[in-house]
């Protein structure tokens, strides 16, 4: 149809590769990224390791750690798209970055300081209005265009959200081509954080491992270039996929909690398949959350039994990734595209005893061909926010 929104551009910087071909070779060969943290003492602490990036960035913009990571992204989604880095300036466009933690560096550098003057009014001020600044402001200092920008706080969901959102956006004519995706850098308060409420592993990620104990805290950026397919196919741009469907729910259990039954995720999965006018028969692949947490897990694989075909392949990339949080999502969603281009499903590394019960088949071991026409990406988080995706082959 003339008005499905496609995906025409990518850019990724995760820590296992931060170009689209360095982060398909990673998932490829098991290349792990998990290394020490040097970024910060942790001597102190019960953790040392994380899934940081450890590649120097050419970042165009003097910004925070998510902000670059993101103008990064979008400036290499624009060139991928043919779009020689700049967002067109005869059209309507919007930026939606999801996020989770947003610019903490200017939280931390008061926090951590050596000074009485930390968290006065005018620093407060800041932190309430959002301000040094939005993402997506940053992206567009780098990428220009005009139109609407946000930056969206659906946790570690909010990737998958911006992806949703910008499509919403598309499809009602408010802008001709959107950047959505999600962005966030290392910081010690999600190091910290993550490892205070008990969620970080010892010694290695392993999602959907009866074994399973926790996962690592990462960084990145992915960002799309997103358009109707009538305008892609005007400019004469290569399409990568389509956005079939895409939906967004949220639940009032726990704050941290997903309900015990997975009933938001389970709307999600549902929504999004009939926004797509798709069946559970039609996924080749679930990219799934999978961040190795003990409840987040098997609630995962109860929802997916429930709303999917029995031997569905399905993996998590966080066992080489880390949690990218408001990344995590737009990377995942990455992963689905790259997935239908080469008809490949990447396994869950590391994975040995699969947790039961579990009706899907549990890729692990090695890559595997076979035919996928549509792939699904689960994505949920904290305060009960969930959103999933479907992408079909180009």
């Known amino acids: 149809m003339s008005d499905d929104v496609v995906i025409t551009g990518m850019g990724i910087l995760s820590p296992i590769g931060c170009s689209v071909a360095s982060f ?11 290394s020490p943290v040097t970024s910060m003492d942790t001597g102190d602490l019960i953790r040392q390791r994380a899934c940081p990036i450890v590649e120097d960035i050419d970042a165009p913009i003097e910004a925070g750690r998510a902000s670059q ?3 990064t992204a979008a400036r290499d989604a624009l060139v991928d798209a043919g779009l020689n880095g700049k967002l067109p300036t005869d059209s309507a466009s919007s930026i939606v970055i999801g996020t989770t933690m947003g610019e903490t560096q200017f939280i931390e550098d008061q926090l951590f300081a050596d000074s009485k003057d930390w968290l006065n009014n ?4 800041d932190i309430l209005t959002g301000q040094p600044g939005c993402i997506a402001t940053s992206v567009r200092r780098v990428c220009g265009g005009h139109g609407s920008g946000s930056d969206l706080y659906g946790a570690c969901a909010a990737g998958n959200m911006a992806i949703a959102q910008a499509a919403r956006a598309l499809q009602s004519k408010q802008c001709d081509i959107a950047l959505a995706g999600g962005s966030d850098g290392f910081s010690r308060l999600a190091f910290i954080g993550f490892m205070r409420l008990r969620l970080t592993a010892s010694d290695a990620c392993r999602p959907f491992d009866q ?12 960002v799309f270039v997103l358009e ?9 741009a290569t399409v990568h996929a389509r956005l079939a469907g895409a939906a967004m729910t949220a639940e009032c259990y726990h704050p941290t909690r997903p309900e015990p039954d997975g009933d938001g995720l389970t709307r999600a999965i549902q929504n999004a398949l009939k926004a797509g006018d798709l069946s559970p028969a039609d996924i080749g692949y679930v990219n799934a959350h999978g961040t190795g947490t003990p409840q987040n897990d098997m609630i995962e694989a109860r ?5 999917l075909q029995p031997g569905t392949p399905f993996s998590s990339t966080k066992a080489l990734t880390g ?22 499903v990447i396994p869950t590394w590391g994975l040995e005893n699969v947790l039961e019960p579990c009706s899907m088949d549990a ?7 076979t035919i996928i026409r549509a792939a699904l990406n689960n994505s949920a988080g904290f305060g009960g926010y969930n959103s999933c995706v479907v992408l079909t082959a180009a």
């Open 323 to 344: 949690h990218m949080m408001g990344a995590a999502g737009a990377t995942e969603a990455a992963v689905c595209v790259l997935s239908l281009k080469h008809q490949t």
């Open 303 to 307: 929802v997916m039994d429930k709303c």
């Open 69 to 71: 990571l993101a103008a």
């Open 363 to 369: 890729v692990r071991d090695a890559p595997r061909k």
């Open 211 to 222: 074994n399973r104990d926790g996962l690592f805290v990462g960084e990145g950026a992915t």
């Open 122 to 125: 005018d620093h407060m001020r």
């Open 24 to 34: 398909w070779e990673g998932l490829i060969t098991g290349r792990s990224g998990v």
């Open 228 to 236: 109707r397919a009538s305008t892609a196919a005007a400019r004469g």
